[in-house]
């Protein structure tokens, strides 16, 4: 097991990777600036077994993807009225708000 901040900094990385290489927009993952994709990779980083470390990565996708979602929701609206409710994107929020 590495050390709460040598975790975090080993997620912060791969939330970077995550970022970099999921924002596809012509994916059907993508709406907007939300990466369905992306928020779901990052939301896995939240699961350590480490309650402290997983919380602070979880302000940390909260933080990262909230604006994201209110732009969608704002911008992008009927794409996501259309969206399938069992969809990524739908998928995606329910995990984010859980």
């Not at 990052?42 to 997983?54: G, N």
């Not at 994201?68 to 929020?93: K, R």
Request: net charge neutral.
């Amino acid at each position: 097991m590495c050390s709460p901040m040598h975790c975090l900094k080993a997620s912060t990385r791969v939330v970077r990777v995550l970022v970099h290489h999921n924002s596809k927009q012509n994916s059907p993952n993508v709406i907007g600036p939300v990466d369905a994709g992306r928020v779901r990779g990052m939301l896995m980083l939240t699961a350590d077994a480490d309650a402290k470390l997983a919380a602070d990565a979880r302000k940390e996708v909260i933080e990262r993807e909230l604006s994201n979602f209110s732009g969608a929701y704002h911008h992008q609206a009927a794409d996501i009225e259309s969206a399938p409710s069992d969809g990524p994107f739908h998928t995606a929020e329910k995990g984010l708000v859980a």
